[in-house]
Structures are given as C-alpha cells and as structure tokens.
C-alpha cells in the first residue's frame, strides 16, 4: 500500500524508499517543520485581560450604567458617578476573577497530558516533543503509546488500537501493515512502527479540533434573557425619567435640577446591582460545583445547565466507565452467570438469577482459561493512578479480573500452570491458543476467540447439539450488545504439534465482554427524568451496543428508533429519537443544531476528540476531566471526577441560581416602580418634589447594594429538582413575574405617598418621611421574597443581617446630622419614626401573608386525591 493521500500537508506519495530506516536527518525534519509547522492542532485563541474586561462592560444594564455616569459628570453631579462607576467596577472585577480561575484550573488539567514520541532521526533512536514531529518522520509504537500524528504503518506486531477517542468504538482494533491509524488513539498492545503522513491541523485529531475551535458557542439563555431585560428597562426608563423632566419643568422647577432628578430616576428604574448579582451567583455556584469536583469555565455555565431541556450524551467514558470488563459468561452445560465489579478491580461477585453465588466449578474452569490464554496483567492503585489499571490488551485485563472475581488468584495460578508455547491471536483464524505444563507432567491446552472460530468441529470433542446450544446462547448474548468470546481445553499428554490447530478440546462456555454502565448511571438517567429533562445518547459505538445501553438506562425499548449515521443524515431523525449510533463528529453538531432548532437549550457530554465540535455547539459543553485535551479545551464545564451525576446536581444549582436572579428583580424592580411612580403621582397629589436626586441615589444605593445581592446567596427552593425546566422561549419577566412587580410597586408606593400626605396634612417633614418609609417598605420586602424555609433547612443569614444594617442607614439619614445635610432631609421624633417603621411594614407583611395563603392552597391542591367516582 503506498498510502497516496490528498490534500493535508503530505507533499508526495509516500512510498518505501521514501521511508529509510535511518530516519530523516536533523536538517530535512528542521526544514520541514518550518514549511508545515509545529504538530499541534489548533490552539485556542489566549484571552487577555482587556478582551476579559470589555466583555464583561458589554452587558446592556452595565452599559445603561456607563451612559449614566457619562451624563452625572457632564452635570459635574460627581458624587453620583463614583457611586455608579464603583458598582461597575466591582462587577467588572468578580467577572474577571472568576474566569481567571477557571481557565488557571483548566490548564492545570491540560499540564497533565505532555505527549513525546519515539522518533528514529540520523540514524539514532531518540525522544521528542511531539509538536516536533514532522512528515516523513519514523516513528516507533508501543503499548500505552498515545499515536502522536496520522502515520502509514511499515511494521506491526499483533497491534490494538483503542480508537474510542476518535470514534466512540470501546472496543480495540487490530492494524496492520499498510494500514493507516490516526493522531490521538491510543496503543492497546503490541509493537509497531510508521511513517508520519499529516501532522498538526491536517490529521484527523487536528481536522477536528480546528471544527471545534471555528464553531461559535451560542449565548447562553439567560444572558439572551438579560440583553432583551436590559433593552427593554433602558427604552422604560429614559421614556419615565424624560417624562418626569417635562413634567417638573413645565411646573416651574428648575430645569439643571430637574435634568438630575430625570438621571437619578434612570438608575433608580435600572437595577444596577443586577450585573454584581448575577455575577455573585454564578461565582457562589461555581465555587459550589467545584467542591463538588465540576469547574465550570465559563461562568455563565452554570446557570445554563438550569435551563437544559435535552442532554445530549457520549456513551464511552461518559455514561460507561470506559474500561472493558467480563459482564455475563455461560459454562458449557447452559448455566448463565452475571458478573459484577468495579472496572479492573478484583473484587467482584457471581450472581445467578440476581443472587451472589460461590462460583461453581465449571465457571472457574471456564475463568481459568481465559486467564491463561492470555498476555494482559493488571496494576494496582498508586500514587499517580487512583484505580486499577489494565497493562496490555483491555478485553484480555477484563479476563484477569473476571478470574479474581471468580475466587482464582491470577498470579498463583499462571504460576501453577507455567506457558510452554502459544499460538498468538490470528486476524484469520480469529483466535488465540496457549500450551501450559500442569505439575503432573500433562499439558493443558487452551483456545479463546470469537465463537464460529472456536466452536468448530475439528476444534472440539463435542456433540452438535453441545455446540449448537452454546452458538444460540453466543447469538442471545451478543443481542445484548457485548462482544462474545468462547473458550475451550483440553488435558493431553503431549504439546500439540500445531498449537494454531488443537484437537479434540471440550467446550468451556463463553464469556460476554462490554463498557459496564458507570454504577451511578441508571440513577442519574431517572434523576434527569424527574426533573424534566430529557437524556438523548449520542455515540459513534454499533446501534445493537448503543440500543443496550439506552434500554438499561430506559431511554429505549423494543420499536423505537436507533437513528445510525452510516445510514442516513441524523438531522433527519424523528423528534422522539433518544438514540444515535455510527455518528462522526460533523454529524454529531447536526444534531444538536437539530435539537436547537425544536427550541430546546442542549447540553452536550463527552470525553473524546470526537466530541469536542458538538461540545463547542451545544448550549452547553460538559467534559469529562480524564477525557482528551481538545474535548476539556471545547467544554464550558469540566467534571474532574468524570461523574456524570454531577450534572443533575449542576442543574439543581442553576435552577437556584435563575430562582434568585428573579427573586432579585422582582425586589429590585418592584423598588424602581415604586419610586417612580411617587415622583410621578406625588406632584399630582400635591406633594411638589417627592424626593430630590441625592436621596433616590441613597435609597437605591442601599436598597440594591447589600441587601440584593444577599438575594443572590438564598438557598434553593423545596422540589427545585423536581419541576419541568423553564421554557427557552419565555421571558426572564415571565410566569407572572412582571405582574408581581407591578403588584409589589404598587403597595410600596401607596403607603408610601400615603405616609406623605399624611405627614404633609399634619405639617410636619413629609419630604423625609417619604424618604424614610419609601426605603424602609423596599428593605420589607427583600425579606418577603426569600425562599421560605422547610424541613429545617439552613436560610440564608446574609439576608436579614443586610436588611438590618441597610434599615440602620436609612433611618440614619434623618437622625444624624452630617447625614440630613447630605441628603437634604429633616429630623423626624421617634413616634414619628415608629409610625414610619410600622407603616413601612405594610407591604412586606401582605406579600407575606399571600404567600403563606398561596403555598398552603397549592399543597391542599396537590395532595387532594385525584380518583374520580364510580
């Protein structure tokens, strides 16, 4: 095979004289490396800090803010600018912290992976870096090697690839010489050597991380939520305080004085602390999900995961362990095991018929076969491995520890039964056979392969029906989606002659090889369910494979689709299809991009090369931390102890998160729309100036500064887990919110102006007691809004704590004289000041009283039978 290729950076026909054992020399590899570059793929983009600090000032309520400071200095208002500006600023700053850290854990995984290559140049074995790898380069393979570039193999030596991370499939792959492997796989056993076709972003690896780095990541839903809150806030709030200008300058006040009374109202109507709650939730959040070992690297992403409708998910590595093991074996008399444990782990148990068995004899006869007719050893737990590992051939690592499980002792028993020769596993024969001395002279022979290789007439002393169960019962376990293997022995007085051809052998049984589900899987499937959303497997594995693991997860049954990509456009598929097989990476994006366009918010997992351009697409990426580089590099969040249940409990945080954002607004807005309506209907009622600037930017400043952004730390509501997510489509005012505002504005509002004219009948500082209960009555009502405590749940003691001290200061505007003069207030008695205290109260305790009266009818309602007569 002379390995011509189009394209990519492979400038001729790589033939065999073009491939010297000698290597290149020192200065062609120099000079190609300069013509085709370095073999890395395509990096991502480095984020500097001013590209970090513009996004985070391109908010639209950050922007509105910005304006406003722009007009308070051009009025020399500059107290009112410092204030503004010290909030952006703070936000500007948690925002950048935040990434900074993300991006610092990230690389910290990346550190991880620092790929070499074994290289021959000028002659001489050497080690190199492989970015330094250029075409034309011969490199040596071994087992555990990860192949560093596209390379056209010149010798192999019963070579297994795993390719899962390219192409899903969990099980390795023979190469042979002439054959082609790609960048990114990984050497299961045996030797190999060949020569570098593609490097960089031409080889496969590189062809899909430049995908994955040219796909645009879409904005997230709540910040489209938040860009169409702050357009619309910005239109309401220039429209309110220009007619508040108009108004007061056609009613004799003056027009500078007016001109800041309209900009005070601008920033009393915008939440300017929503940018710093937000950016406060988010960063509690992450800081929550990386104690639960998940870091999110966008912060945004956490909050999106509250939004997700679908899970779109990888199978190998992300809903399986990615590790091969013994799942089912069946002995020669028909009997049926399952087995259980923990990746390569030796402990383990038998069941037969869902009960723990001692394993009977025949099946350690069966396991001690596979034990011996067999190369692969396993690695106990070390410092720099926290799990036991497979050395050599996965699915033959699977038999060392199904032997353990069995009751056998690996080592003591290939001990007991020392190899005298073999027969190593053939592509045609499509099996392996071993010859062991036993301690009384005989020989025991052993054969392992796929079963119409094994269970063969010349092979066996068996009768046909013998076979013909055990090829049925072959047939019956490979519909469940395993990889089946048939043993068989015999004791004999002599090595055989041909060890690739035994005779008279009895059939030992079959062993069911597989990706076991991840133990917390099933129950992750059913928590998702629970909580509306719906998981989708997407995987490049064979559709019988992808179809068991679907229905052990109950996402499929017998009927429904299993929509492969080898036979058709999957962005065809039916709205109802949960499972996709035989899919590449470009259609991988078609589906999500599918998915999106049904109006679902898609999340994407994986852990693969394969993976890295869907994860870019999705809504949100979620990446394994033991997955590849690239797929880490593609993802918005990492999960570093490759749990997948760790997303449900990402999106019970983002849900929290949403929760309290709209907790915020409605306490923040609720304020502004009170405010502006007294400015609005206090002339109108005879009070001429309600409030002057310097006193709505008090109120705001601590109405919305500590106390909103304590809202931002409540805790979850009670069943937050257990409620269908929100609609992508429906506002972030939306589910009665804005009316809720409305409501709340208007209660504060009337007791507000009604305390004013009250106080304004009696001849006394109405102007202050306006100033007082109006920002009393919002501190009220931060506290009816929080998240009702239930089963003895931890509040959130931020809250009150914030309202008391925000109260303290308020009061203080018309106790303290240094206060009164800034303000421009006057001081109030202390009846006076309980009276204001009391009124202020009003609309706290009524929004309270609702919800009590509201919460206790909607738990009557739910737990009020539902059977009808009859």
């Known amino acids: 095979m002379a390995g011509q290729v189009a394209g990519g950076n492979v400038a001729t026909e790589i033939t065999p004289a073009a491939r010297p054992s000698a290597g290149l020399s020192s200065a062609e590899a120099a000079h190609r490396l300069r013509v085709d570059g370095p073999n890395v793929a395509a990096a991502p983009p480095r984020r500097h800090l001013a590209g970090r600090i513009l996004r985070q000032l391109t908010d639209p309520l950050v922007a509105l803010l910005l304006a406003a400071a722009v007009v308070t200095t051009a009025l020399r208002d500059y107290p009112d600018t410092a204030v503004i500006l010290l909030v952006v600023a703070v936000n500007t700053a948690i925002g950048v912290v935040q990434e900074v850290r993300a991006d610092q854990a990230i690389a910290a995984l990346d550190q991880l992976a620092a790929p070499t290559a074994r290289v021959v140049r000028d002659g001489h074995d050497v080690v190199l870096p492989a970015a330094e790898l250029v075409r034309g380069d011969l490199v040596r393979l071994e087992a555990g090697d990860v192949v560093p570039a596209d390379l056209l193999l010149d010798d192999a030596n019963r070579l297994h690839l795993d390719e899962s991370a390219l192409t899903g499939e969990s099980v390795p792959v023979t190469r042979e ?250 592509q045609q024969l499509r099996r392996m056979t071993t010859v062991h001395r036993s301690c009384d002279g005989h020989y025991l022979v052993v054969c392992k392969g796929a079963p119409e290789s094994v269970l063969t007439a010349p092979l066996l002393d068996a009768t046909t029906d013998e076979v013909a169960a055990l090829t049925a019962a072959a047939h019956r376990v490979a519909a469940d989606g395993l990889r089946v293997l048939a043993l068989a022995a015999g004791l004999v007085d002599a090595p055989p002659a041909d060890p690739a051809h035994p005779r008279a052998l009895r059939p030992l049984g079959l062993v069911a090889v597989g990706d076991p589900l991840r133990a917390a899987a099933s129950d992750t499937a059913d928590g998702l369910a629970d909580a509306g959303v719906r998981l989708v497997l997407v995987t490049g594995d064979h559709p019988a494979t992808a179809a068991t693991i679907a229905g052990r997860l109950g996402l499929w049954q017998e009927g429904d689709p299993v929509v492969r990509g080898d036979a058709g456009d999957p962005a065809d598929a039916p709205p109802a299809a949960r499972v996709f097989a035989r899919t590449q990476p470009e259609q991988k994006l078609d589906i999500i991009a599918g998915l999106q366009s049904q109006g679902h918010v898609v999340a994407m997992t994986g852990d693969g090369v394969n993976d890295a351009p869907a994860l870019r697409r999705a809504d949100i990426g979620v990446a394994m931390g033991g997955g590849t580089e690239v797929a880490r590099q593609a993802a918005d969040l990492v999960l570093v102890d490759d749990e997948l ?215 009557c309602a739910s737990a009020a039978p539902s059977g009808g007569s009859g």
């Open 177 to 426: 010489v002439g054959d082609q492997v790609s960048a990114g796989t990984v050497v299961s056993t045996g030797r190999a050597a060949g020569t570098v076709l593609r490097t960089g972003p031409a080889s496969a690896l590189g062809r899909i991380a430049t995908l994955a780095a040219t796909t645009r990541p879409a904005a997230t839903p709540l910040q489209r939520r938040l860009t169409s809150l702050g357009r619309l806030l910005g239109l309401v709030a220039v429209f309110l305080s220009g007619l508040v200008f108009a108004v007061g300058v056609l009613g004799g006040q003056p027009v500078v004085e007016m001109a800041v009374t309209a900009v005070s109202l601008v920033v009393a109507a915008v939440p300017e602390s929503l940018p710093a709650v937000v950016t406060l939730a988010l960063a509690l959040g992450a800081r929550r999900m990386a104690a639960a070992r998940a870091i999110p690297r966008r912060l945004h992403a956490v909050e999106t995961l509250g939004s997700v409708t679908v899970i779109a998910s990888d199978k190998t590595g992300t809903l399986t362990e990615g590790r091969m093991a013994v799942q089912q074996a069946v002995t020669a008399d028909g009997a049926r095991f399952g087995i259980t444990g923990n990746g390569y782990a030796p402990s383990g148990a038998v069941h037969r018929d869902g009960v723990p068995v001692t394993a009977p004899d025949e099946l350690r006869r069966l396991a001690r076969a596979g034990l011996l007719c067999n190369d692969a050893t396993l690695a106990p737990p070390s410092d720099d491995r926290p799990r036991w590992d497979a050395v050599g051939d996965p699915l033959e690592a699977a038999l060392v520890a199904f032997a353990a499980r069995c009751g056998l002792d690996p080592q003591a028993t290939r001990r007991a039964w020392p190899r005298i020769t073999e027969h190593p596993f053939d």
């Open 645 to 859: 249940s760790t997303v449900t409990t990402a999106i019970g945080e983002g849900r929290r998160i949403y929760d309290n954002i709209r907790r915020f607004l409605r306490y923040a807005l609720a304020g502004g729309v009170a405010e502006i309506a007294v400015m609005l209907l206090g002339p109108l009622l005879g009070l001429a100036v309600p409030l002057l600037p310097a006193q709505i930017l008090w109120i705001n400043l601590l109405t919305h500064g500590v106390p909103g952004v304590a809202l931002g730390a409540e805790p979850a509501e009670p069943g937050t887990l257990h409620r269908a997510p929100r609609s992508p489509r429906e506002s972030v005012l939306g589910a009665g919110l804005g009316r809720q505002i409305l409501v709340t504005g208007a209660l504060i509002s009337a007791v507000t102006l009604g305390a004013g004219l009250l106080a304004a009948h009696r001849d006394r500082p109405w102007q202050s007691v306006v100033f007082v209960v109006l920002g009393l009555a919002q501190l009220g009502v931060a506290l009816a809004v929080r998240t009702p405590r239930s089963g003895g749940r931890r509040g959130n003691p931020a809250l009150p704590l914030a309202v008391a001290a925000s109260a303290l200061l308020q009061v203080a505007g018309v106790l303290l004289p240094p206060l009164r003069g800034l303000l421009g207030t006057e001081a109030l008695g202390a009846v006076e000041l309980l009276a204001c205290m009391a009124v202020s109260a009003l609309p706290g305790l009524v929004l309270g009283l609702t919800r009590r009266f509201t919460d206790r009818k909607r738990r």
